[in-house]
């Protein structure tokens, strides 16, 4: 069963205004979730951490949101650029067999900033 | 520092040859992992190891061995190689990978061509 859910869709958006991604999560209230940037034909870059207790994270321009009550995290990215086309990931650690965790990505959504 | 390096970049393989994916880091991190990734699958989890001499299973550990016996190696073996192997495949590294508490660094992946 899928355990986080992201757009599947890509994303298209005009250079200079803000794009937002979603990622949803199902059944679970994790401690953590992390953003990553994947470019194609090159592994995942790190982005952002955000904690179970912070409501909102930011870096340059780049913010993320996480509402452990809808369990959802918002990805926003403003002043988008065509630099910024990429796939997006998120990602939570869902607990495993004897009591570890196993960190568990979302398929991702393409994101598509037009000049 | 190299970060996470994976060689081969790319192979070719016929049903039944086996083959190891080599995957090295050179940050002293105690947690490496592997992922395949598959159109629309996202990134799925396949091995994993918390330091030298312990590995244990991810989502989808089928089909392929892993050891651990530095900190700085992580092969991923495949004993006979099937084509729902055909993927790209990720190593990955972090400090200590307490439930994604840190930054995962990618490896640039090995796409595998199992004909």
Not at chain 1, 72 to 97: E, G, K
Request: glycine share 8%.
């Amino acid at each position: 069963s899928q355990k986080i859910e992201q757009n599947s869709e890509a994303l298209n958006i005009q250079e200079g205004k803000t794009a937002t991604l979603t990622c949803n999560y199902t059944n679970y209230s994790p401690a953590y979730l992390q953003w990553y940037r994947q470019d194609p034909g090159r592994g995942p870059v790190f982005l952002l951490l955000i904690r179970e207790n912070e409501k909102e994270k930011r870096k340059e321009r780049l913010k993320v949101t996480f509402d452990t009550t809808l369990k959802q995290s918002l990805f926003h990215i403003t002043a988008s650029q065509p630099a910024d086309s990429a796939t997006y990931l998120c990602a939570l650690p869902f607990p495993a067999s004897g009591g570890s965790y196993i960190p568990t990505f979302g398929r991702g959504t393409s994101l598509i900033v037009h000049p | 520092n190299a970060g996470v390096t994976q060689t081969p970049k790319f192979q070719v393989l016929k049903t039944g040859q086996s083959m190891t994916l080599q995957c090295a880091q050179d940050m002293n991190h105690e947690y490496m992992s592997w992922y395949r990734q598959d159109p629309g699958m996202g990134l799925r989890l396949i091995h994993y190891s918390v330091g030298a001499g312990i590995t244990d299973q991810g989502e989808v550990p089928n089909g392929y061995n892993v050891s651990r016996s530095t900190t700085e190696d992580f092969p991923l073996r495949l004993l006979s190689a099937a084509p729902s192997q055909t993927s790209v495949y990720f190593c990955a590294s972090s400090y200590s990978g307490q439930g994604l508490r840190e930054t995962q660094y990618f490896g640039p992946g090995t796409r595998l061509l199992v004909l």
